[in-house]
Nanobody, 124 residues
Framework: QVHLVESGGGAVQAGGSLRLSCAASGRTFNRYHMAWFRQAPGKEREFVVY????????YYADSVKGRFTVSRDNAENTVYLQMNSLKPEDTAIYYCAASGTSVPTTYGRLYDYWGQGTQVTVSS
């Protein structure tokens, strides 16, 4: 069982930055690939980025590539999402998720554990 808690959301102006954190409980954090997803009002949940459990290899959605950076600290059981050059279209609830599959995936339904989400609002 993994319990995930996100933090760091807030309201910023376009062009600003935020850093999200996702703290995980348990001692098996490094067994999970971690990802960030987001859901904007009236839209379906969408994949943002994943980071592999040990190698740290990452994969970004095109919409955030070059602006967002994911990292993880397996010693601290935490994954981070640094978001720069934020745009109004980045406004959403951001969720972190953990997957125990053998390879990471962009499909949310294959993630085993989810956090409660943190709101990010970007104004123009």
């Amino acid at each position: 069982q993994v319990h995930l808690v996100e933090s760091g959301g807030g309201a910023v102006q376009a062009g600003g930055s935020l850093r999200l954190s996702c703290a995980a409980s348990g001692r098996t954090f490094n067994r999970y690939h971690m990802a960030w997803f987001r859901q904007a009002p009236g839209k379906e949940r969408e994949f943002v980025v994943y980071i592999r459990r040990t190698s740290g290899t990452t994969y970004y959605a095109d919409s955030v590539k070059g602006r967002f950076t994911v990292s993880r600290d397996n010693a601290e059981n935490t994954v981070y999402l640094q978001m720069n050059s934020l745009k109004p279209e980045d406004t959403a609830i951001y969720y972190c998720a953990a997957s125990g599959t053998s390879v990471p995936t962009t499909y949310g339904r294959l993630y085993d554990y989810w956090g409660q989400g943190t709101q990010v609002t970007v104004s123009s």
